[in-house]
Protein backbone atom coordinates (compact mmCIF):
# COMPACT_ATOMS: atom_id res chain seq x y z
CA UNK A 1 0.00 0.00 0.00
CA UNK A 2 1.72 3.32 -1.23
CA UNK A 3 0.13 5.61 2.18
CA UNK A 4 2.27 3.73 4.56
CA UNK A 5 5.43 3.49 2.60
CA UNK A 6 8.10 4.67 4.77
CA UNK A 7 6.95 3.68 8.20
CA UNK A 8 8.73 0.87 10.26
CA UNK A 9 7.85 -2.39 11.70
CA UNK A 10 7.23 -0.66 14.90
CA UNK A 11 4.89 2.59 13.59
CA UNK A 12 2.73 -0.27 11.63
CA UNK A 13 2.71 -2.34 15.03
CA UNK A 14 1.32 0.73 17.11
CA UNK A 15 -1.48 1.59 14.09
CA UNK A 16 -2.36 -2.16 14.19
CA UNK A 17 -2.36 -1.70 17.80
CA UNK A 18 -4.40 0.92 18.10
CA UNK A 19 -6.78 -0.03 15.63
CA UNK A 20 -7.40 -2.84 17.64
CA UNK A 21 -7.19 -1.91 21.17
CA UNK A 22 -8.05 1.75 20.99
CA UNK A 23 -6.35 4.91 22.60
CA UNK A 24 -3.10 3.83 24.20
CA UNK A 25 0.46 5.48 26.31
CA UNK A 26 3.84 4.68 24.97
CA UNK A 27 4.32 3.65 28.22
CA UNK A 28 1.31 1.30 28.13
CA UNK A 29 2.04 0.12 23.80
CA UNK A 30 6.02 -0.79 24.93
CA UNK A 31 3.99 -3.56 27.31
CA UNK A 32 1.18 -4.74 25.52
CA UNK A 33 2.18 -4.23 21.92
CA UNK A 34 -0.74 -6.27 20.25
CA UNK A 35 -1.98 -8.63 23.25
CA UNK A 36 1.41 -9.01 24.50
CA UNK A 37 1.11 -9.62 28.21
CA UNK A 38 3.51 -8.76 31.29
CA UNK A 39 4.88 -5.84 32.96
CA UNK A 40 8.49 -5.44 31.11
CA UNK A 41 8.44 -4.13 28.16
CA UNK A 42 8.83 -5.97 25.23
CA UNK A 43 10.25 -2.90 23.00
CA UNK A 44 12.06 -0.01 24.77
CA UNK A 45 9.94 2.83 25.61
CA UNK A 46 11.73 5.45 24.50
CA UNK A 47 11.40 3.74 20.63
CA UNK A 48 7.64 3.76 21.29
CA UNK A 49 8.08 7.46 22.39
CA UNK A 50 9.62 8.20 19.49
CA UNK A 51 7.59 6.37 16.92
CA UNK A 52 4.67 8.03 18.24
CA UNK A 53 5.90 11.52 17.95
CA UNK A 54 6.72 10.79 14.03
CA UNK A 55 3.63 9.19 13.45
CA UNK A 56 2.12 12.35 15.34
CA UNK A 57 4.41 14.44 13.14
CA UNK A 58 2.72 12.19 9.73
CA UNK A 59 -0.46 12.87 11.08
CA UNK A 60 -1.36 9.68 11.13
CA UNK A 61 -2.02 9.54 15.58
CA UNK A 62 -3.23 12.36 17.43
CA UNK A 63 -3.36 13.25 21.27
CA UNK A 64 -6.03 11.46 22.72
CA UNK A 65 -8.69 14.47 23.21
CA UNK A 66 -11.78 13.48 25.05
CA UNK A 67 -13.21 11.29 28.11
CA UNK A 68 -11.76 7.82 29.02
CA UNK A 69 -14.61 7.07 31.08
CA UNK A 70 -16.34 3.86 30.03
CA UNK A 71 -14.08 3.47 27.36
CA UNK A 72 -11.69 -0.30 27.55
CA UNK A 73 -8.32 0.47 28.54
CA UNK A 74 -7.13 -2.82 28.93
CA UNK A 75 -5.10 -4.08 25.44
CA UNK A 76 -4.89 -8.13 26.80
CA UNK A 77 -8.39 -8.33 28.29
CA UNK A 78 -10.60 -5.70 27.42
CA UNK A 79 -13.62 -6.84 29.44
CA UNK A 80 -11.82 -6.41 32.56
CA UNK A 81 -10.38 -2.98 33.07
CA UNK A 82 -12.62 -0.13 31.92
CA UNK A 83 -12.11 3.06 33.03
CA UNK A 84 -14.77 4.61 35.37
CA UNK A 85 -13.71 6.53 38.26
CA UNK A 86 -12.82 10.13 37.12
CA UNK A 87 -13.56 10.92 33.44
CA UNK A 88 -10.76 13.62 33.59
CA UNK A 89 -8.30 11.78 34.67
CA UNK A 90 -6.24 9.89 31.93
CA UNK A 91 -3.70 8.25 34.00
CA UNK A 92 0.68 8.17 33.20
CA UNK A 93 1.38 9.79 29.92
CA UNK A 94 -0.26 11.19 26.95
CA UNK A 95 -3.08 8.93 25.23
CA UNK A 96 -2.54 8.39 21.53
CA UNK A 97 -5.36 7.71 19.02
CA UNK A 98 -5.68 7.07 15.23
CA UNK A 99 -6.64 10.34 13.00
CA UNK A 100 -9.10 9.84 10.06
CA UNK A 101 -5.99 8.99 7.73
CA UNK A 102 -4.59 6.52 10.13
CA UNK A 103 -7.31 4.45 10.90
CA UNK A 104 -7.57 3.82 6.86
CA UNK A 105 -3.74 2.79 7.17
CA UNK A 106 -4.01 1.21 10.32
CA UNK A 107 -7.32 -1.12 9.51
CA UNK A 108 -5.32 -1.88 6.14
CA UNK A 109 -2.03 -2.97 8.39
CA UNK A 110 -4.32 -4.73 10.81
CA UNK A 111 -6.45 -7.07 7.93
CA UNK A 112 -3.41 -7.68 5.48
CA UNK A 113 -0.30 -7.94 7.68
CA UNK A 114 -0.75 -8.56 11.59
CA UNK A 115 -4.34 -10.42 11.57
CA UNK A 116 -2.79 -12.92 9.03
CA UNK A 117 -0.07 -14.00 10.91
CA UNK A 118 -0.05 -16.27 14.38
CA UNK A 119 1.00 -13.07 16.24
CA UNK A 120 2.07 -15.17 19.21
CA UNK A 121 4.69 -16.87 17.17
CA UNK A 122 5.57 -13.72 14.97
CA UNK A 123 5.73 -11.04 17.44
CA UNK A 124 9.45 -11.53 18.75
CA UNK A 125 10.50 -12.00 15.39
CA UNK A 126 8.84 -8.49 14.25
CA UNK A 127 10.57 -7.15 17.44
CA UNK A 128 13.92 -8.82 16.97
CA UNK A 129 13.72 -7.18 13.40
CA UNK A 130 12.13 -3.95 14.07
CA UNK A 131 15.50 -3.40 16.51
CA UNK A 132 17.45 -3.69 13.42
CA UNK A 133 18.61 -7.38 13.42
CA UNK A 134 17.72 -8.64 10.48
CA UNK A 135 20.17 -11.92 10.60
CA UNK A 136 18.25 -14.90 10.91
CA UNK A 137 15.06 -13.73 8.58
CA UNK A 138 12.31 -16.38 8.68
CA UNK A 139 10.98 -17.69 6.02
Not at 28 to 50: H, T
Not at 60 to 88: A, D, I, Y
Request: charged residues 30%.
Amino acid sequence: MGSNDGLSDLERMILAHIYKYGPDTPWLLARRLLGAAGWSPIVPEDEVEKACKHLVQINLLQEFKGSLKGKVTSSVKPWLKVKQHNPERRGRGVYYDLTKEGRRIAGYIWKNDIRNLKHKNHLNYYIFKSQGNSKNKKS
